[in-house]
């Protein structure tokens, strides 16, 4: 079965710094995707970025960007010149990639971060 | 387009009651998923609809949780009997069902069972 560990419950970041949370994953599967979600108050689950694991080039989107290390089975996520809106709470998730089987996400427990003034 | 829809946003029932939970997809979207939240935990897959297939319930936590899902639109989520360690947030997603997919979720329904 497959995992997914994020081994920081919380982190903190200064407004404008950069922040990096870590996430392992555990799987023998050679197909499959990768995903940071972040969950503010609201509840609402809203996609971050995602990561194809055939693709040898890192995702980035705007601020946010991954460091993937498929042999490590590590997918980090940075954030850049971090503004308060980013506070949330942060879930990393893997899928597996093979038609015709389920894909249900796999989540982490979430890493909480705050982004201080 | 419309995002994801769930209602009620908030359900306080007593422990033994049954409850009905609505999610209404977007539009077109062929899959359609959902996930327990307990607090401060991450999500938890439950049951997984594709198109016209029988559904993935290998996430349902017992016989008490079912859930139906009518073509390629609403689903419901039913707990009957509900007890205290259901208290969650239920979270839906749905998604274009392709290996390539990526999941849209709602805003979840918290329960809460007293």
């Known amino acids: 079965a497959q995992t997914v560990t994020q081994s920081q419950p919380e982190m903190s970041v200064q407004e404008a710094e950069t922040v990096t949370l870590s996430c392992t994953y555990d799987t023998s599967e050679s197909d499959y995707y990768l995903f940071w979600y972040k969950q503010p108050p609201s509840r609402q689950m809203i996609l971050v970025i995602r990561q194809e694991a055939y693709k040898q080039q890192n995702a980035t989107e705007n601020r946010f960007s991954v460091n993937f290390q498929k042999a490590a089975k590590s997918f980090s996520l940075k954030i850049s010149d971090s503004q308060l809106g980013d506070a949330a709470m942060y879930f990393c998730a893997y899928r597996r990639g093979l038609s015709g089987s389920a894909r249900q996400l796999t989540f982490g427990s979430g890493t909480q971060l705050t982004v201080l003034p | 387009g419309a995002g994801v829809s769930q209602s009620p946003s908030n359900k306080v029932t007593e422990k033994g009651k049954d409850v009905e939970l609505r999610c209404d997809p977007i539009?077109?979207?062929?899959?359609l998923y959902w996930y327990r939240q307990r607090l401060g935990q991450g999500l938890e897959f439950l049951i997984y609809?594709?198109?016209?297939?029988?559904?993935?319930k290998s996430g349902l936590p017992s016989d008490r949780f079912s859930a139906e899902r009518t073509g390629e639109s609403v689903s419901t989520l039913t707990i009957q009997r509900t007890q205290q360690e259901d208290s969650a947030v239920y979270l839906c997603a749905s998604s274009t069902g392709t290996s390539a997919e990526t999941q849209y979720f709602g805003p979840g329904t918290r329960l809460l069972v007293l």
């Open positions: 609809f594709q198109g016209n297939s029988a559904p993935d």
């Open positions: 539009s077109g979207h062929t899959a």
